[in-house]
C-alpha cells in the first residue's frame, strides 16, 4: 500500500505514450515513463510535490548546478510478481545513500521515509511500464540539483528533486572486459568518490574513452595515492573469486561508492556459508592469483549492471582471461537468486522487498 498522508498533487498525460514502446528492443536509459516526480526546495523547505506529463525542464542558463556540480542522483529498480504486486529492490539502503550523498555536496536532505514515499507514489503511477520480461526492470532516477540563477561558488539556496523512471533491458549487453587503471584516478581520500555526484562519472569519461580504444568496455580504479588497491569500476563495484572466497574491496573508505548490489551479494554469500572477505585488495594479489589461474570468478555489482560478468582484465598490456561464463558457479547463483527474488519467485528472507 502506498502511504496516503503524505499530500501529492497529480497532474497525469492526457495519453499514455506506452503504445509506442517495442516491449522486446528495449535499450537501456532511452526509454522513459509517462510521468516523473518535482519537487522544489526553496525559503529552506521542500514545496509540495508534484507529479506531471513527464517533460523537458526548463532552466536558467545560470543554473549553478550545471557550473559548480552541486547534483546527485541515485538508481534502482522495480519489477512485478506473478500477481502484479510492485516490487522494489532496497529502496531504504538507496535512501541513506542519496542522504550521505545529499550532506556530502551540502545539499538538503529528504527524510528517508519521504524519499521512498515520493518513489512508491511515482512508480505506482507508472506501473503498467513495469515490463513482464526476464532480466527488464523499470530503472527509478531520483536526483537533486541545485538551482539557483547565479554566478558564484556557494552552496545553492534553491533545490529541484526530480523521480523519473525508465523501463530498461540489461546495462552491459554482454560480459565485460575490463582494464585495471594506474595513472588515472576516480577519487581521492577526502574527496566526493562517496558520493554518487555527477562530476564523478564526468571525471571517468576520458580515462573509459581510452580503455576503449584498447578494447576495454570499463576500467577497474585503483586508490589515487599508490595505485597499488582496487577500489570499484564506476559503473558497479567489483567482486572476485579467489581459491574459493569471494575478495571485494571494504567500503570503509571515502572513495569507493557503498553499493546495495555488492553489499546485497556480500550478504546472501554469507548467508550461503560462503567465506568472504571484504578488505583491501591488492592489484598484486589479484593479477598474481590471475597468473596462477585462482581467480575463478569476477564479476561487477551495480544496480543498472546487475551482476555483469568480468571475461577479461588487463593489466600493463596483459590480458587475462577469465574462465567461462557457464563455470562461474557463484555469479551464476546470485544473479539467479537475485533475479527470482525480485520478481517474488522466491520468498524475501531478508525483508529487503519493498511491496504494493
Ligand atoms: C546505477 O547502477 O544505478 C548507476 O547509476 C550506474 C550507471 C552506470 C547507470
Given at each position: 500500500?502506498?502511504?496516503?498522508?503524505?499530500?501529492?498533487?497529480?497532474?497525469?498525460?492526457?495519453?499514455?505514450?506506452?503504445n509506442?514502446?517495442?516491449?522486446?528492443?528495449?535499450?537501456?536509459?532511452?526509454?522513459?515513463?509517462?510521468?516523473?516526480?518535482?519537487?522544489?526546495?526553496?525559503?529552506?523547505?521542500?514545496?509540495?510535490?508534484?507529479?506531471v506529463?513527464?517533460?523537458?525542464?526548463?532552466?536558467?542558463?545560470?543554473?549553478?548546478?550545471?557550473?559548480?556540480?552541486?547534483?546527485v542522483f541515485?538508481?534502482?529498480?522495480?519489477?512485478?510478481?506473478?500477481?502484479?504486486?510492485?516490487?522494489?529492490f532496497?529502496?531504504?539502503?538507496n535512501?541513506?545513500?542519496?542522504?550521505?550523498?545529499?550532506?556530502?555536496?551540502?545539499?538538503?536532505?529528504i527524510?528517508?521515509?519521504?524519499?521512498?514515499?515520493?518513489?512508491k507514489?511515482?512508480?505506482?503511477?507508472?506501473?503498467?511500464w513495469?515490463?513482464?520480461?526476464?532480466?527488464?526492470?523499470?530503472?527509478?532516477?531520483?536526483?537533486?540539483?541545485?538551482?539557483?540563477?547565479f554566478?558564484?561558488?556557494?552552496?545553492?539556496?534553491?533545490?529541484k528533486?526530480?523521480?523519473?523512471?525508465?523501463?530498461?533491458?540489461?546495462?552491459?549487453?554482454?560480459?565485460?572486459?575490463?582494464?585495471?587503471?594506474?595513472?588515472?584516478?576516480?577519487?581521492a581520500?577526502g574527496g566526493v568518490?562517496?558520493?554518487?555526484?555527477?562530476?564523478?562519472y564526468?571525471?571517468?569519461?576520458y580515462?573509459?574513452k581510452?580503455?576503449?580504444?584498447?578494447?576495454?568496455?570499463?576500467?577497474i580504479?585503483?586508490?589515487?595515492a599508490?595505485?597499488?588497491?582496487?577500489?570499484?569500476?564506476?559503473?558497479?563495484?567489483?567482486?572476485?573469486?579467489i581459491?574459493g572466497?569471494?575478495v571485494?574491496?571494504a567500503?570503509?573508505?571515502?572513495?569507493i561508492?557503498k553499493?546495495v548490489?555488492?553489499?546485497?551479494?556480500?550478504?546472501?554469500?554469507?548467508?550461503?556459508?560462503?567465506?568472504?572477505e571484504e578488505?583491501?585488495?591488492?592489484?598484486?594479489?589479484?593479477?598474481?592469483?590471475?597468473?596462477?589461474?585462482?581467480?575463478?570468478?569476477?564479476?561487477g555489482?551495480?544496480?543498472?549492471a546487475?551482476?555483469?560478468?568480468?571475461a577479461?582484465?588487463?593489466?600493463?598490456?596483459?590480458?587475462f582471461?577469465?574462465?567461462?561464463?557457464?563455470?562461474?558457479v557463484?555469479?551464476?547463483?546470485?544473479?539467479?537468486?537475485l533475479?527470482?527474488?525480485?520478481?517474488?519467485?522466491?520468498?524475501?528472507?531478508?525483508?529487503?522487498?519493498v511491496k504494493f
Open positions: 500500500m502506498v502511504n496516503d498522508s503524505l499530500t501529492l498533487k497529480i497532474q497525469r498525460i492526457e495519453k499514455s505514450r506506452i509506442q514502446v517495442d516491449w522486446d528492443n528495449l535499450p537501456f536509459g532511452r526509454v522513459f515513463s509517462d510521468h516523473m516526480l518535482v519537487m522544489d526546495y526553496e525559503n529552506g523547505e521542500w514545496n509540495e510535490p508534484e507529479i506529463p513527464f517533460a523537458p525542464l526548463s532552466l536558467h542558463p545560470a543554473t549553478s548546478a550545471i557550473h559548480y556540480g552541486q547534483s541515485e538508481g534502482m529498480k522495480a519489477n512485478k510478481d506473478e500477481d502484479g504486486n510492485v516490487l522494489i532496497r529502496p531504504d539502503l535512501a541513506k545513500r542519496f542522504i550521505e550523498s545529499c550532506e556530502r555536496m551540502c545539499m538538503p536532505t527524510p528517508e521515509d519521504v524519499y521512498t514515499e515520493l518513489i507514489r511515482t512508480v505506482d503511477l507508472d506501473r503498467d513495469i515490463p513482464n520480461k526476464e532480466g527488464y526492470s523499470l530503472y527509478i532516477r531520483p536526483y537533486m540539483f541545485a538551482i539557483d540563477d554566478i558564484g561558488i556557494k552552496p545553492s539556496d534553491k533545490y528533486f526530480v523521480i523519473f523512471t525508465c523501463p530498461v533491458g540489461s546495462y552491459y549487453s554482454e560480459p565485460v572486459n575490463v582494464k585495471i587503471e594506474e595513472h588515472y584516478t576516480r577519487a581520500s568518490g562517496r558520493a554518487k555526484t555527477a562530476g564523478n564526468a571525471a571517468s569519461l580515462p573509459a581510452l580503455a576503449k580504444e584498447e578494447g576495454f568496455h570499463q576500467l580504479w585503483t586508490d589515487a599508490e595505485h597499488k588497491y582496487i577500489e570499484e569500476s564506476g559503473t558497479m563495484n567489483v567482486v572476485f573469486e581459491d572466497k569471494l571485494t574491496p567500503e570503509d573508505v571515502d572513495t561508492l553499493g548490489t555488492k553489499r546485497s551479494v556480500v550478504e546472501i554469500a554469507k548467508h550461503w556459508g560462503v567465506e568472504v578488505r583491501k585488495v591488492s592489484v598484486e594479489e589479484v593479477v598474481e592469483a590471475l597468473r596462477e589461474g585462482r581467480v575463478t570468478d569476477a564479476f555489482a551495480g544496480t543498472a546487475t551482476i555483469a560478468t568480468i577479461k582484465i588487463g593489466f600493463r598490456g596483459e590480458l582471461e577469465l574462465p567461462s561464463v557457464e563455470s562461474r557463484l555469479s551464476n547463483k546470485v544473479k539467479a537468486y533475479t527470482d527474488l525480485k520478481a517474488g519467485r522466491v520468498e524475501d528472507e531478508m525483508g529487503w522487498l
